[in-house]
C-alpha cells in the first residue's frame, strides 16, 4: 500500500446511526471520554469489557473495542456500535473479539456528529498493516493539523480530532514507534492515547497530564485505564500514573519507558476529575477522589459556615463533599435529595413543562428529610444556573425553609479547550454575574462557593500556584497551553 496519507483506510463498521439526543435537563459538564487497554491476557476483550463498564459515567454515547488475535496472524477484531457498554457488547460478540491483547473505549461527543463512524477506537489500515487509536481528551491544534494534512492530499473520513494522529504516522516514512513519537510532538492538548497496531501497544499522556492515564499489572500481562477504578473491576493491580509527556511502548519482547517531551512542562491535571468527573474509588495522582472531595466539603465548611438543619448533597459526586461538611460542622448529613438511575438517557422534551417533569424524573428531594428543615446543600459546580435554579426549587417545594448552596468548586468561568463540554464563555453564568446575583438567580438563601486555595488544599499538594499541578483554566483563566478562544473546543474522541 502507498506511503500516502490520502491512502489511509478507515474501517467504519456495517452500520450506522443518526447522532442522538444530548439535550441534557441537567446542565452539567460532561467528560468527553474513557479508555481501557489490555495487553497479554487470553481474553483480552472480555477484560476490557469489565473496564470500559467502569468507566461508563465518562462516556455514555458509544462504546467500542478492538482486539488482536495473536493466534490468527494477529489479525485485528472489533466491534463498535451507539450506546451503552451494555448494550453494545453481548456474550456473542465477546465470544468474537478474540486476542491477547485490546484497547476500549467510551464516547461522549460535544459537536454534532454523534454517528458510529466517529466511535472509538477508530481502526485504520494503512502500509504497515492494522492501527487502531482511542483518546479521551482534546487536541487544540487539531484543525491546523487536520488543514494542512487535506493540503496535501490526506482524506478524512470522521469529524473526530482523534484521526488526525493516524494520519500523521501513516505519512511518516520512520517506524511506528518513531512515527507515532514525532505525532505526540505535533500535538497541542490534553490528551490520553492508547494506540495498537498489530504487534505493538502505546500508552501516551500529553505534556502537562491534563487527562488521567494509570498503568497495572494484569497476571503476566499490563493494563491501562483512564481511572484506577477500571483496574478493580478487573483485578488488576495498580502500579503507577503514566507520567505528561510519557510513551509506554509494549510488544512480544516486553515493555519500554520513553518520553517524547522534554520534560519542561508543567503538570496541570484537569481540576474538574478531582471537583467531579472521576468516580470516588479512583485514585488520579494517587490522591483518593473521595478522601478529595471530603476534604473540600471540610474546607468549605470552615470558609463558608452557615447555621442548618441537615445537610446534603447532589447526587453523585457532591455526596463525599458533603459528608465532609457535615463532619467539619457537626450538622447531620442526610439523604435529602435521590437520584432515580434508571431513567437513562435525557433527550430533547417538546415543551417547558415535560422539562420540568424530567427534573422530577432523575431527582427527588425527600419531603420527610428536608419539611421544616434549613438545608445546606452541596454541589460540585454551577454552570448556567438553571440546574441549580431546579433543585433549590424542588427542595422548597418540598417543605425546606431555608436552601444554603455551597459549591466544591470555585465560579466557573471560562470555557474548556481539554476534552470538557463546555458552554461558551457568554452561557456560564459565573463570568457576568457576581454571586449575589447568581444566589438571587437559582433563589437561594445563600450561595458561596470554594476559594482557589481551599481547592488547591483540599486536592493535596506542595508549595507553589499549582500545588498539585492542577490545570485551573476554567476557573481563573489561566491555561497550561496557548488556546485560541475563538476555535471550535468539540473535543477530539
Known amino acids: 500500500m502507498s506511503n500516502e496519507v490520502k491512502d489511509l483506510q478507515l474501517w467504519t463498521g456495517d452500520h450506522y446511526n443518526e447522532g442522538i439526543g444530548r439535550d441534557d435537563i441537567f446542565d452539567k459538564l460532561r467528560e468527553e471520554c474513557g479508555v ?27 462504546a467500542g473495542i478492538c482486539a488482536v488475535d495473536g493466534s490468527n496472524n494477529n489479525q485485528f477484531n472489533y466491534h463498535r456500535e451507539m450506546g451503552l457498554v451494555k448494550e453494545v457488547f453481548t456474550q456473542d460478540i465477546l465470544t468474537r473479539l478474540k486476542g491477547e491483547r485490546a484497547i476500549g473505549h467510551v464516547r461522549y461527543s ?32 487539531a484543525p491546523e493539523i487536520r488543514k494542512e494534512l487535506e493540503m496535501s492530499g490526506s482524506i478524512f473520513q470522521t469529524s473526530s480530532d482523534t484521526e488526525v494522529i493516524a494520519h500523521l504516522i501513516a505519512r511518516s516514512s520512520k517506524d511506528f514507534v518513531e512515527a507515532a513519537r514525532d505525532a505526540l510532538r505535533r500535538l497541542v492538548g490534553g490528551y490520553a492515547f492508547l494506540i495498537m497496531t498489530n504487534n505493538k501497544l502505546i500508552a501516551a499522556s500529553d505534556p502537562h497530564g491534563l487527562r488521567p492515564l494509570s498503568m497495572a499489572t494484569l497476571g503476566d500481562g ?49 481540576a474538574m476529575e478531582y ?66 438511575k434508571y431513567t437513562g438517557r435525557t433527550f430533547i422534551q417538546p415543551s417547558q413543562e415535560l422539562r420540568e417533569k424530567g427534573v422530577k ?24 444556573g438553571t440546574t441549580s435554579l431546579r433543585i433549590v426549587n424542588l427542595l422548597r417545594e418540598a417543605g425546606a425553609t431555608e436552601v444554603h448552596v455551597r459549591i466544591t468548586s470555585p465560579p466557573f468561568k471560562n470555557p474548556c479547550y481539554y476534552g470538557i463540554d463546555t458552554p461558551s464563555r457568554d452561557e456560564l453564568i459565573a463570568s457576568y454575574r457576581t454571586v449575589e446575583e447568581i444566589r438571587q438567580q437559582i433563589n437561594a438563601d445563600s450561595l458561596t462557593f470554594l ?43
Not at 463525599?320 to 432515580?340: D, M, R, V, W
Not at 499538594?461 to 485551573?472: F, L, P
Open 110 to 141: 460535544t459537536a454534532g456528529e454523534s454517528k458510529l463512524a466517529n466511535a472509538q477506537p477508530l481502526i485504520f489500515k494503512y502500509r504497515d498493516g492494522d492501527l487502531a487509536v482511542a483518546t479521551n481528551g482534546n487536541i487544540v491544534n
Open 361 to 384: 424524573m432523575k431527582l427527588s428531594a425527600v419531603r420527610k428529610v428536608v419539611e421544616g428543615k434549613r438545608v445546606v446543600m452541596i454541589d460540585d459546580s454551577i454552570v448556567r
Open 222 to 270: 499490563y493494563a491501562f485505564s483512564s481511572e484506577t477504578c477500571g483496574f478493580e473491576a478487573v483485578g488488576a493491580e495498580y502500579v503507577r500514573d503514566v507520567q505528561p509527556g510519557e510513551m509506554i511502548v509494549i510488544d512480544e519482547n516486553g515493555i519500554s519507558y520513553d518520553r517524547y517531551d522534554a520534560g519542561e512542562s508543567r503538570r496541570a491535571t484537569c
Open 451 to 493: 476559594s482557589d486555595e481551599g481547592l488547591m488544599e483540599a486536592v493535596g499538594g506542595h508549595e507553589g500556584k499549582y500545588k498539585h499541578g492542577m490545570c485551573m483554566g476554567c476557573f481563573d483563566n489561566d491555561y497550561p497551553t496557548v488556546v485560541d478562544e475563538s476555535s471550535d473546543k468539540s473535543c477530539s474522541c
Open 36 to 62: 481501557f487497554g489490555v495487553f497479554g491476557h487470553p481474553d483480552a476483550a472480555g477484560v476490557s469489557y469489565y473496564g470500559l463498564h467502569a468507566l461508563q459515567h465518562r462516556g455514555e454515547e458509544s
Open 275 to 340: 471537583i467531579y468527573f472521576a468516580r470516588p474509588d479512583s485514585d488520579i495522582n494517587e490522591i483518593n477522589i473521595h478522601a478529595a472531595r471530603k476534604r473540600m466539603g471540610k474546607r468549605l465548611a470552615l470558609e463558608s459556615f452557615v447555621d442548618a438543619d441537615i445537610v446534603t448533597g447532589v447526587p453523585d459526586s457532591s455526596i463525599s463533599a458533603a459528608i465532609g461538611y457535615a463532619e467539619q460542622t457537626g450538622i447531620p448529613y442526610e439523604l435529602g435529595l435521590i437520584k432515580n
